[in-house]
Structures are given as C-alpha cells and as structure tokens.
C-alpha cells in the first residue's frame, strides 16, 4: 500500500496512477446528491421529465460543479480555498427553488441565484464576523429543517411520482415502483455497511444503477432522449432571460448565508481530517468567495446554486489524502461529464422510483445530519423552545400553505419555503430569548 503520511499538505500531489482513482472517488461519492436538485426544481418549474430543457439543467449541473470545484482547489487571488474542497449543487436551496419556479418560473428562479451567488460572494470578506450569528442551534434546525422538507419528495418520487407523464396517476404507489425503489435502497445499504474504500463512496450511485437495470426489465425506462441528444452541448447564458424579484433574492441570499456557514464548517473539518489543523482566515475566505462565484456564474448558464459537499470531507478523513489536485481531477471529470449531453440524458431517462429510492436515503441523511449538528446543542428549555417554535412555523406553513393565502405571492413562497422561516426564527429567537444558567 501507498504510504499517505505525506500527502497532508494540500499541494503535494499522489502520482498519477493513484490521483487519478481518488479524484474518480470523489466524484462517484457525490455525483447522485449533485444532479438531483436540478430535477426536482426542473419539475417544480413543469419542464417535461426526460425533456430537452431538463437534461440541460442536469449538464449545467455537472459541468459547474467541475468549474466551481477548480475555483476551491485552484483558486485565483483571494478566491479559492486552495484545499480538497468538492463542490456540487446545494440541496439547501432546492425549498425556496421549486417554490419559485413554481410560481414565477425558472427566470426569476435563476437570476435570484445569480444576485444571491454575487452577495455570497462579497460574504467571504465578513463570514467570520458572521458566524456568531449562526451557532449549532441555528444551522444544525437549518439542516434538519431542509431534509424533513425534502423527505416527502422522495416518498412521492419513489411511490411513481403520480405528475410524471410516464407514469399515470392511478399507478401511483403500485408495487412495481416500490420494488424499484426498494432495490436502490437495499442495494445502496448493503454497499454502503458491507464494502469498503470506493465501493463504500458510491454506494447511493451503485444503488441508483441497480434500480436503473430493475426498471429497464421493467419496461419503464425510455430511452428516446438518449438516442436523440447529442454528443456536445452548446452552452447557453441566461437560458431563461433575466427577471428580477426582490422576495426571490431575498429568500435564496437568506439560504446562501447558511451555505456559506456550512462550507466554513467544512473547510475547518477538511484542514482537521487531513491535516490535523485549524483551517486559517485566507482558507475560509477563500472558500466562501469560491462559493458564490460558483452560484453566480452557474446561473447565467442555467445551473443551481452551488455549495462545499461534506460527505467529500469524509473521503479526506478516510484516505488520509489532502492532495487538493486530486480534487482538480475530480473537478475535470465533472466538467467533462457536464459537456456531454449523452449523459445528462442517460440521467434524465432514470424512471422516478429508481430517483425515489436514491432520495430517500440521501433526504433522510441530509436530516439526520442535522440531528447530529443539534447533538452539540445542550437540550435546556430555552434552546428546545426555539427547536419546537422554529420548527413548527418552518413545517407547519410549509405543509399549510393556505395560512397564509393573503401574503403577497413571493412573500408566500418565502414563507411556505420550510428553511427560510426555521432559519429567520431560530436566528431572532436565539438572539432575543435569554440564556439559561
């Protein structure tokens, strides 16, 4: 075996022949949770499913996770970490997203992302004098809030996704999607406790590839977009026009503020897994500028925002590997991937049960992970006060959205959103409420 022990400093590269399988590593780990906000939002926003328009938002998805990747790892001036840092499109903002693009479509949805990806941006010159504004308490109810909002989308993806048109509603819930996406759930268990190294990593990818062939002999897989999309993609700025909404901006700036706290906290945990460091003011800097540069841009192409992927932390941390240029690799490969439209309609034909099964796994960890956040919060009344009252505005608006029919429309979309009210309470309440002794 390869000894690692001096692959602590970010830029001492592995040779070739091992980078390369590392960088493939990292984006195997990734590549599930990095392409499904996109096809949810695509939905939200009624583009047919398997659809030109669609496939389009998934190759946008790949290709700026690759660029915004290289921003971390590469960097230029104060942007960029210079660590092993893998960025992918935030599930974090995928609430407000689908809420938006419902109502005033992909436009207004996309050019918020480009002012909120701008305003992160600037963030990266404050974030430390931020932070105190989100301690555990706020972003691990952020995080939670996130997955138990999603989780309902999986369970309706896995039961046959009764709005798809390959699937017609009295299907809907009939064994022959659960088997599906019970077979990427098993299948994906089994790899993920049973294996190891890579196989372990990609274990969501394995799972999703099982219920993929499950479907096939199914008969539910259609493979018309693939035959009929082309090799290389045209890359298109503002795909959708520019329209502007004030609740739009306001509402993804509120999430890219979470983010950018989020990636501060995986920069900090990438220099201890690989270095055993507290990560410097430069890095977090760094990391934050990256990230919102890698939102903006991605929105003038019609990608969704993007932010640092934690479960990539863990590959560091298990590897021992904190070579930032094996994480180059993984930016290219992504970036290749994101230019060939082939592949962003082989994902697009996956049948939504085989999607389903994957999401419920990756939800239910999204929530459990805040959880796991909420674990350094000591449980007194004050702080499960502002969990319980955050917690229930958030949801509760969220699952009753008629409570608040006579807000005005984006006003509505922002509070029915499920983050942007658990974040905006749990932040006042922790600042307003005193401290117990």
């Not at 479509?105 to 963030?123: K, N, P, Q, R, Y």
């Not at 507290?278 to 003038?300: H, K, M, P, S």
């Not at 298990?318 to 992504?334: D, E, L, N, Q």
């Amino acid at each position: 075996m390869t000894d690692t022990t001096s692959y602590s400093d970010p830029n001492v590269t592995p040779p070739m022949a091992q980078a390369v399988p590392l960088g493939l590593q990292h984006v195997l780990a990734m590549f599930a949770s990095n392409v499904t906000p996109s096809v949810i939002v695509a939905g939200a926003a009624g583009l047919a499913f398997g659809g030109a328009e669609q496939i389009y938002l998934i190759q946008m998805a790949m290709l700026f996770a690759g660029i915004a990747t290289l921003f971390q790892t590469i960097g230029f001036g104060p942007v960029g970490a210079r660590l092993p840092i893998m960025q992918g499109t935030s599930f974090a903002f995928v609430g407000v997203l689908a809420g938006v693009a419902a109502t005033q479509g992909l436009s207004v949805a996309l050019t918020a992302c480009i002012i909120g990806g701008t305003i992160h941006f600037l963030l990266g010159s404050v974030i430390q004098r931020l932070r105190w504004l989100f301690p555990p308490l706020v972003t691990g109810l952020v995080i939670l809030a996130i997955g138990l909002y999603l989780i309902p989308v999986a369970i309706k993806y896995a039961a046959g996704g009764a709005a798809d048109f390959q699937m017609a509603a009295e299907s809907f819930g009939s064994l022959k999607h659960w088997s599906v996406a019970l077979t990427v759930i098993i299948v994906a268990l089994g790899f993920k406790f049973f294996t190891k190294g890579t196989l372990s990593n990609a274990a969501i990818l394995i799972g999703l590839i099982a219920g993929y062939v499950v479907a096939l002999l199914a008969g539910m897989v259609n493979f018309g977009p693939v035959t009929n999309a082309s090799w290389i993609t045209a890359i298109t700025p503002l795909p959708y026009g520019f329209e502007f909404s004030l609740g739009a901006v306001i509402a993804v700036t509120l999430v890219s503020v979470v983010s950018a706290i989020e990636t501060v906290g995986d920069a900090s945990a990438t220099t201890k897994a690989g270095a055993g460091r507290e990560a410097t003011d430069e890095e977090i800097a760094g990391a934050t500028y990256a990230d919102g540069l890698g939102t903006a841009v991605a929105g003038v192409f019609g990608g969704l925002p993007n932010t640092s992927f934690s479960q990539n932390v863990g590959i560091v941390g298990m590897t021992g590997i904190m070579s930032r240029h094996v994480v180059t690799i993984a930016g290219i490969i992504m970036i290749i991937c994101g230019l060939l439209p082939k592949i962003g309609a082989v994902i697009a034909s996956m049948p939504l049960p085989v999607l389903g099964g994957g999401v419920i796994v990756m939800f239910g960890m999204v929530a459990a992970a805040g959880m796991n956040v909420l674990t350094e919060v000591k449980m007194n009344r004050r702080n499960m006060i502002i969990i319980a009252v955050s917690l229930a505005f958030g949801l509760g608006l969220n699952l009753v959205p008629s409570a608040v029919q006579y807000l005005p429309g984006v006003v509505k979309v922002l509070a029915t959103s499920a983050v942007a009210p658990t974040a905006l309470m749990a932040v006042v309440l922790n600042l307003v409420l005193p401290e117990e002794d």
